[in-house]
């Protein structure tokens, strides 16, 4: 029986998958990209993982309701805040966005037992030139991205206070650092950006047989996504930030950061070498011993495995 809730799709029918991973990689691009299948949903950021959390917190011990709700209550007003929010979308298949899922794959794995995350990751020195362009983009607006007039002086400080544990940058690199050695580990695929660019059309044949979904034929050179108006209810003073090139190709161009400060960032790629972890990795390798501060065009080469056996 069709659940009315669920038009045109049933409860038990309906499967979630995540995307998460580190900011300026590609989750806008690959969200864009997965929509394009009529059978998916897939957006920016979702206010569930803040609700998630906000949930959990409201019933842990300390709480004068921790000792009223039982585990088994708690998973289901869980999942009850996906199922609830998206009521109203007809796909079969949802995709959640949100760069938190990483450091709450415990919690979600039992609620969604076969469901598996795509995380998007990038050379964490590109990802700094990503968000200095679009800080110098936007010279007349203090971006609230800072907390002090100190932190927005200069790209040294800028990046610094990025890279934080509890930052932009940093916060999402410990999370997924910490998932790729968790007990769900198999449950993720770490997609590496200049690939996905590269060589679209193998990725996502990986990322499907990954998830388990019937394969789709999606059309790389016209990816329609734009959200202007998502962007300035950030509050954030940064325009673009989910807005993606029409055509998936590489876009070669040198690195506006000074060349200390790219090599310093350039050496967080972990998932390159990931002893013992059960992490599935689509990854560009870069060659040996070099930093490259132009980005790649056309060199990449592809693994698809977990680490160990």
């Given at each position: 029986?069709?659940?009315?809730?669920?038009?045109?799709?049933?409860?038990?029918?309906?499967?979630?998958?995540?995307?998460?991973?580190?900011?300026?990689?590609?989750?806008?691009?690959?969200?864009?990209?997965?929509?394009?299948?009529?059978?998916?949903?897939?957006?920016?950021?979702?206010?569930?993982?803040s609700l998630f959390d906000?949930?959990?917190?409201?019933?842990?011990?300390?709480?004068?309701?921790?000792?009223?709700?039982?585990?088994?209550?708690?998973?289901?007003?869980?999942?009850?805040?996906?199922?609830?929010?998206?009521?109203?979308?007809?796909?079969?298949?949802?995709?959640?966005?949100?760069?938190?899922?990483?450091?709450?794959?415990?919690?979600?794995?039992?609620?969604?037992?076969?469901?598996?995350?795509?995380?998007?990751?990038?050379?964490?020195?590109?990802?700094?030139?990503?968000?200095?362009?679009?800080?110098?983009?936007?010279?007349?607006?203090?971006?609230?991205?800072?907390?002090?007039?100190?932190?927005?002086?200069?790209?040294?400080?800028?990046?610094?206070?990025?890279?934080?544990?509890?930052?932009?940058?940093?916060?999402?690199?410990?999370?997924?650092?910490?998932?790729?050695?968790?007990?769900?580990?198999?449950?993720?695929?770490?997609?590496?950006?200049?690939?996905?660019?590269?060589r679209p059309v193998e990725?996502?044949?990986?990322?499907?047989?990954?998830?388990?979904?019937?394969?789709?034929?999606?059309?790389?050179?016209?990816?329609?996504?734009?959200?202007?108006?998502?962007?300035?209810?950030?509050?954030?003073?940064?325009?673009?930030?989910?807005?993606?090139?029409?055509?998936?190709?590489?876009?070669?161009?040198?690195?506006?950061?000074?060349?200390?400060?790219?090599?310093?960032?350039?050496?967080?790629?972990?998932?390159?070498?990931?002893?013992?972890?059960?992490?599935?990795?689509?990854?560009?390798?870069?060659?040996?011993?070099?930093?490259?501060?132009?980005?790649?065009?056309?060199?990449?080469?592809?693994?698809?495995?977990?680490?160990?056996?």
């Amino acid at each position: 029986m069709t659940d009315p809730t669920l038009p045109g799709a049933s409860r038990q029918n309906r499967r979630f998958h995540f995307i998460s991973g580190l900011p300026r990689s590609g989750s806008t691009l690959t969200a864009g990209l997965l929509k394009q299948n009529p059978n998916f949903h897939a957006g920016m950021s979702s206010p569930i993982a803040s609700l998630f959390d906000a949930m959990i917190s409201q019933v842990s011990a300390g709480t004068e309701l921790s000792s009223t709700v039982t585990q088994e209550q708690r998973r289901r007003l869980l999942r009850g805040l996906f199922e609830s929010y998206y009521a109203d979308y007809p796909e079969e298949v949802i995709f959640d966005t949100n760069r938190a899922w990483t450091a709450n794959l415990s919690a979600l794995m039992q609620i969604f037992p076969e469901a598996k995350v795509i995380c998007l990751v990038r050379d964490v020195s590109w990802i700094m030139d990503s968000m200095e362009r679009q800080f110098r983009n936007n010279p007349f607006e203090h971006t609230r991205l800072f907390n002090s007039p100190s932190e927005r002086s200069t790209v040294y400080t800028r990046t610094e206070a990025m890279a934080g544990a509890d930052r932009l940058v940093g916060y999402p690199w410990h999370a997924l650092r910490e998932a790729c050695y968790s007990d769900f580990a198999e449950r993720i695929v770490i997609v590496e950006y200049d690939l996905l660019v590269d060589r679209p059309v193998e990725v996502f044949k990986l990322i499907y047989d990954f998830l388990g979904e019937e394969p789709y034929t999606h059309d790389f050179g016209n990816v329609d996504y734009d959200a202007p108006e998502f962007d300035a209810g950030l509050g954030l003073g940064l325009d673009g930030l989910h807005r993606v090139h029409k055509e998936v190709k590489p876009q070669p161009r040198k690195t506006i950061l000074p060349p200390d400060l790219f090599e310093r960032y350039a050496t967080m790629a972990f998932w390159h070498d990931l002893p013992e972890s059960r992490a599935f990795r689509i990854v560009a390798q870069p060659p040996e011993g070099e930093q490259q501060q132009t980005m790649p065009e056309g060199a990449a080469s592809m693994q698809e495995k977990p680490a160990v056996p």
